[in-house]
DNA sequence: ACCTGAACACCGTTCAAGT
DNA sequence: ACCTGAACACCGTTCAAGT
């Protein structure tokens, strides 16, 4: 009983979200999911077409939190009169606008994916993209047309911007469980396979900070994004063959 | 009956993957497995601990194609005198040798990865760390050390590298499908959101080379590392806040 | 209109039994 | 030693039936 006013379909996403948060992805089922809401699991069709829709609808969700809500906020969309480039920001400094905006988003996004173990199986398994993940590539792309970035060139830097977000946090995630594990990394932390992982074995003891480590990525990539901007191409490093000469 | 001769881990592997090429992962089964090797599902048991190690195994198998396979070359794993950064690649150019090395297994990487649309939902969900993936971190710090980064920097760099390939090949892995389906991105496409969506409704219609994209991220990644190496540290870029004022 | 019970066609995995 | 059959405890989903 308790609670069970009128099921909407945000009520079973919200469900799914803390069901996964409390006990995992793998937990969350149609019958498990019901029962959270005190219902069985066949009513939760008349909200959510499919297991599938539910994940999609959850994956956005999760999107949701690396954005601003603008919808609640009230700013009008009103992107006619964009900031001057390289005007300075509230804090005094002369970053770029585009710059800590997009910084912004990666490192909240990064901070949420992180704050939970199976975002981002989730989202890598899940080509859907929702409402949420619109606007949060209308964010990164409207900075970088503000910014002075070519149509061409601010699609570029959307698709690398993500990329970066979910590459690099996939695998930090991957890091703990990898280090809980048995697995190879135990045995070469603890000197094993020294001979035939020699590289490795060197930089594997190095105690480093995660945060530090993406924030490094982040400017990394803002300054290459702000350096194809001005023209400034980096040397095209060819690959020295597409395949090694393998049989066959 | 036909080639039933031994079952082996190496072949229930290779099964696997032969399956999940030809009807997709979530055909993966013990039962459809064990039909194609000829055999009932429960044997698989034998050779393989459970469906979760299967599924490790054949994400390493996944990853050894990055690599050159050295185990069959017979190149010593001799790792004395490396070669001098910055030396000439044998095509003439003066591109540093590390530069060349990482952009190989990057582009290689890539291009498996986008031959297998369900090989980056696979290796994004399973953080095992086999043989293989122990081989492509080896190679790809084993460069940067030679190339005189630091082991800091060189750890960074392997995140940094690992993070590029993955985040980016799963970006564009989405693309297709997202266009495919009926979802957010036919509308745009259409026009239809221009107005709630105005920079992505300008950009999405741009025809850009997606290869091309891939070497402007590679190149961008490289040169970023080189200059980090150099000491040349990029602006840090501060998010404005961490959080919006959120209720809660 | 909304929820349910029973059922269908699957899963991964165990375990005693076969050869 | 290696493979099997039946079974267990689950899945997502359909559908006629309840209120």
């Known amino acids: ?28 089922t149609m019958r498990r999911l019901g029962a959270a809401l005190g219902v069985e699991a066949m009513s939760l069709y008349r909200h ?10 959850l994956g956005d969700a999760l999107v949701a939190f690396w954005i601003a809500p603008a919808a609640e906020v009230g700013t009008p969309p009103e992107t006619a009169t964009p900031p001057a480039a390289g005007s300075p920001t509230p ?14 988003i990666m490192h909240r996004a990064h901070r949420e994916l992180l704050s939970r173990p199976w975002a981002i199986e989730l989202l890598a398994s899940r080509p859907h993209v929702g409402p949420a993940r619109l606007r949060y590539a209308e964010e990164i792309t409207a900075a970088l047309l503000d910014a002075g970035f070519s149509t061409q060139l601010a699609h570029h830097g959307l698709h690398i911007v993500d990329g970066t977000i979910m590459g690099f946090s996939a695998q930090e995630a991957r890091r703990p469980s990898a280090e809980a594990m048995g697995s190879g990394v135990q045995r070469l932390w603890d000197g ?11 930089t594997i003891r190095e105690r480093h900070d995660h945060g530090e ?5 982040v400017d990394l990539v803002l300054d290459g994004l702000a350096r194809l901007r001005d023209g ?17």
Chains 1, 2 share one sequence.
Do not use: C
């Not at 396979?193 to 490795?200: Q, R, S």
């Open 1 to 28: 009983m308790a609670v069970r006013d009128a099921l909407t379909s945000d009520r079973v996403v919200d469900a799914a979200l803390a069901l996964a948060d409390a006990h995992g992805l793998e937990a969350l």
């Open 48 to 57: 959510v077409a499919s297991k599938d829709a539910l994940l999609d609808a």
């Open 91 to 104: 804090g005094g400094t002369t970053t770029e606008a585009w710059r800590t905006a997009i910084a912004t």
């Open 192 to 202: 094993e396979l020294a001979a035939e992982f020699p590289a490795i074995s060197r």
């Open 213 to 217: 480590e993406y924030t490094l990525m």
């Open 232 to 248: 400034e191409r980096p040397p095209r490093t060819a690959p020295s063959a597409p395949y090694p000469q393998l049989i066959g």
